[in-house]
């Protein structure tokens, strides 16, 4: 019967209501329950099957945890976060980086390339972050299941593309999650292209960028700055795909001298 109404369209035959099976009870499973129902709710039972054995193993013991980040994500967002603009580079200075295995690794590597990893963080890199963090923001509030001002999702939501809240309406959340992620996509593929320079930009250039971007990132994460992660993790992919792409010139080019065909 469900493939003879997805068939409906096409065979013009529709399934007869009156041979629709019914319900043996009045109650339903609890898997079928909205997330918003109390358990103990005499409308639903519990489901001995697999997918209630399954269900029931479904948990989000972080939630409280996630709605309290996000009251206090929105309070630091309530104050001014150029604060430590001026002395961004001083601030850098002072941090102990060199004890973390990734960032000295990164370093090594970005500095084989003839990159200035000390060079001070150029206005035009902090003026991608405050874009990026602007926007995610605008973002995390505008896309939150809840109508109050002072509830907005978190960082991790808007990246992962999930919302971790409860919704008496699935369906609400899920179409949500959808804009969320095309919206979230498209600001993270604008920033890549930021961080990509201008047409006559060279690899070198698009490298000591996104070296520079990261290292604003831990920065700000150390201040524990709103975007501060995940805008790090979209320059350490830039940093990633820049050395790439110089390595294959460069093996280009071998091949070219040597007569060999790439």
Not at 235 to 248: H, N, R, W
Request: one cysteine or more; hydrophobic letters at 35%; a negative charge.
């Amino acid at each position: 019967m469900h493939s003879d109404a997805v068939d409906y369209p096409k065979s013009g035959q529709p399934v007869e209501l009156a041979a629709i099976p019914r319900l043996h009870f009045r109650t339903r499973p609890d898997w079928n329950a909205p997330e918003t129902v109390n358990d103990n709710s005499p409308n639903y039972y519990k489901s001995q099957r697999a997918i209630g054995r399954l269900f029931r193993e479904i948990d989000l013991p972080a939630l409280k945890t996630v709605k309290r980040r996000s009251r206090i994500q929105h309070r630091r967002l309530m104050r001014d976060d150029d604060s430590d603009e001026e002395s961004l580079d001083e601030h850098f200075s002072n941090l102990d980086l060199y004890t973390d295995t990734l960032y000295s690794t990164v370093e090594e590597r970005v500095q084989e390339f003839g990159i200035d990893t000390d060079a001070n963080i150029s206005e035009d890199c902090r003026d991608i972050f405050g874009r990026y963090v602007s926007e995610l923001r605008n973002i995390c509030a505008s896309h939150s299941l809840s109508y109050s001002k002072f509830t907005m999702l978190t960082e991790e939501e808007a990246i992962i593309g999930t919302i971790v809240a409860k919704s008496s309406q699935p369906r609400h959340r899920k179409d949500v999650m959808a804009k969320l992620r095309e919206t979230t996509e498209h600001l993270v593929r604008g920033i890549r292209e930021e961080l990509d320079g201008d047409d006559d930009i060279s690899h070198e250039e698009q490298l000591s960028l996104a070296w520079a971007a990261w290292k604003l990132s831990v920065v700000k994460l150390s201040h524990e700055r709103f975007g501060a992660k995940s805008f790090g993790w979209i320059a350490l992919g830039q940093i990633f795909e820049v050395i790439g792409t110089i390595e294959e010139a460069a093996q280009r080019s071998v091949s070219a001298k040597s007569g060999r065909r790439y």
